[in-house]
């Protein structure tokens, strides 16, 4: 067991090993691949992921044989890339019979994630479009998540696949227990990000060699003038067994704090390509989750493999085919443009005086049926002209893409919007399995965020968010918003239920309001018009008012601050108040909260009968009259 780097009193020699062997063995291929699948979809070599460039790759393509005048990779990756984006998913977070105090702080973490995954960027803004971009080019799009404890704070990185390794034996099963990074960082960063380590750890990034020019690619690097990068290496392993993240010692400490022993074989090492094969490992810590710290969107599943399809790889064949035929018509099309011509050569006609002028005049010795004979070349084949159509259409087709959805062309036939809707609906099919993915990278990003929040408050108790609610920035420490893992679940919630054109969107919120399903307030919500805040933001605060002061009643005391007051809309307060205490009750609260919300409503009963016009007596002007009895049986 010693022998295995995760059990090893000093794993960095190993992990050090074990990753360059990984990198001769997969990295070299992969990062082909990698360019290859980028050249084919930009359709030239022009730009590189090793940033190396040539600027006249372009020019290379003139009468090249690879050449294509469509380039139908980039047209289908567009397109399905366009139509993933437009999914636009909500991590939502589910308490299992919690409570209402912990169905509040879930509303806290809800809101408190979705902050750090709007402002990263990923549900909208660059990252999220890099990752989905990434993901149908090449073997997959990632992030990877890092809690940076020296500078507190949560990084949200782009993740190349081609620097993540994964020893075949265990990718076969797609659920691998270990991988294996490398990366080429600057050194000044590493630096950062260990500015409390040991001396001994940080000498050894400072004397570590840098990286070589295969890695950095560039012609005029000077390490001291321009950057300095540096080669480290990484690896995970999951833990053996179940882990209970509540006992201190799956961090590898005690009750007291001090370092001891992990209660599992999870571990995380980062070791550096240094000068030195004795460098100490940058870090090693128990890792004690069943997740690497990466989240990946896998769009086209490969069976026995860990990795994805790019749709350059998918289509790479069609694509050579369409080239292949390009240039087969092209040369037919040479051969009309430029005729063949047999001189007889006793008709003493210089052969110079044949040239593309309109008209001129040539004088032979022979009739000119035999001085001069052209061969004309034969038809092109109506099939031959056809495939050039064929193959593009077989290629959207392999993929589940219509013409519909790429050129905006609308089907012979059709028209009218629920044939359209009909046939948008049938194309959604074969890209469930994209969807589905695009949702498991969102869900595993709130995971990811969890981790490293929670990772950050456990090595600093006062460590605070700051995240929106009711439309202003609350400040709080994360371990007072923080609940266990079993009492709430992240599910996906579909934001986009909704069609998405505005005025489809119109028609169909506004069907919802005749049905019965919206209310004219949630139909203005739902409009998501830029205007619609300034709009609604004074009868939404009516509601938000009531909620604000039920809140307040279940949390703590009912004080005269809490009390209902005549400005407030007293038949809202009710229902408001009668759907809280139906949800204490149905929850099985405690008695106190709903004892609470009880003598709120019974004031607000109060102040309804106060505000009621006082009953006329019997008989008098206006009064109702009085019910008659029911007829007496004969």
């Avoid at 390794?165 to 294996?180: D, H, S």
């Avoid at 000077?222 to 690896?235: G, L, T």
């Avoid at 063949?340 to 000119?368: C, R, S, Y």
């Amino acid at each position: 067991m010693a022998d295995i780097w995760y059990h090893s009193d000093d794993p960095a020699r190993d992990v050090l090993h074990i990753g360059k062997r990984l990198w001769e063995d997969q990295g070299r291929d992969r990062i082909q691949l990698a360019e290859d699948s980028l050249a084919l979809y930009l359709g030239s070599r022009r730009h590189s992921i090793t940033g190396r460039t040539r600027p006249m790759a372009v020019l290379d393509l003139l009468g090249s044989d690879t050449s294509s005048t469509y380039n139908m990779i980039q047209a289908i990756a567009d397109t399905q890339i366009s139509a993933v984006l437009r999914n636009k998913v909500r991590p939502l977070f589910v308490t299992e019979g919690g409570t209402s105090e912990e169905q509040a702080r879930a509303k806290a973490m809800q809101q408190a994630v979705d902050g750090f995954l709007y402002g990263l960027g990923l549900q909208q803004g660059a990252l999220g479009k890099e990752v989905c971009t990434h993901g149908h080019i090449f073997e997959a799009g990632g992030i990877e998540w890092t809690p940076d404890l020296a500078n507190h704070r949560v990084l949200g990185t782009i993740a190349w696949p081609w620097e993540y390794f994964v020893a075949r034996k265990e990718a076969r099963y797609g659920n691998p227990r270990q991988l294996f990074g490398r990366h080429v960082v600057d050194r000044d960063q590493l630096l950062a990000f260990l500015k409390d380590a040991p001396k001994s750890v940080r000498d050894a990034v400072e004397n570590a060699k840098p990286a070589s020019y295969e890695d950095t690619q560039d012609d005029i690097r000077d390490p001291h003038r321009i950057s300095d990068q540096v080669v480290i290496f990484k690896a995970w392993h999951l833990p053996s067994g179940r882990v209970d993240l509540k006992d201190p010692r799956a961090f590898g400490k005690n009750e007291d704090g001090n370092k001891c022993k992990p209660s599992h074989d999870g571990r995380h090492v980062v070791v550096i390509d240094g000068s030195s094969p004795d460098d100490p490992a940058l870090i090693d810590i128990p890792w004690p989750y069943d997740s690497f710290p990466l989240s990946w969107y896998k769009p086209n599943y490969v069976p026995g493999s860990y990795w994805s399809r790019g749709v350059p790889e998918i289509l790479a064949a069609s694509q050579i085919e369409l080239n292949t035929w390009n240039q087969r018509i092209r040369r037919i099309l040479e051969l009309h443009a430029r005729p063949l011509l047999f001189l007889w050569k006793n008709a003493k006609l210089n052969p110079a005086q044949i040239t593309n002028a309109l008209a001129n005049i040539f004088q032979v010795d022979v009739p000119p049926s035999e001085a001069v004979h052209q061969i004309s070349a034969p038809a092109v084949p109506a099939d031959l002209v056809n495939r050039i159509a064929e193959i593009p259409q077989w290629a959207r087709d392999q993929l589940g893409m219509s013409e519909m959805s790429m050129t905006a062309k609308k089907p012979a036939g059709v028209n009218h919007e629920p044939g359209m809707a009909y046939l948008a609906d049938t194309e959604t099919v074969r890209h469930t399995t994209k969807m589905l993915a695009w949702e498991e990278f969102h869900l595993d990003c709130a995971q990811q965020v969890i981790r490293c929040l929670r990772t950050l408050a456990e090595n600093d108790n006062a460590f605070e968010i700051v995240f929106e609610a009711d439309s202003q920035l609350k400040r709080t420490k994360w371990k007072d918003i923080d609940i266990d893992a079993d009492k709430f679940k992240i599910k996906s919630w579909p934001t986009n239920f909704l069609k998405q054109a505005p005025a489809q969107r119109a028609d169909q919120i506004m069907d919802f309001v005749d049905r019965g399903l919206f209310s004219p307030e949630m139909a203005l919500e739902a409009l998501d018009a830029p205007d619609i805040e300034a709009l609604t933001g004074d009868r939404k605060a009516i509601s938000q008012n009531i909620e604000k002061h039920l809140d307040r009643i279940v949390a703590g005391e009912y004080t005269e601050r809490d009390m209902p007051t005549p400005y407030m809309d007293l038949a809202m307060a009710r229902v408001l108040g009668v759907q809280r205490y139906n949800k204490l009750e149905a929850d099985e609260e405690g008695e106190d909260k709903v004892d609470r919300v009880i003598k709120f409503l019974q004031d607000v009963d109060t102040l309804i009968a106060k505000q009621a016009p006082p009953v006329a007596p019997a008989g008098a002007p206006g009064a109702a009259p009085p019910p008659q009895s029911p007829p007496q049986a004969a």
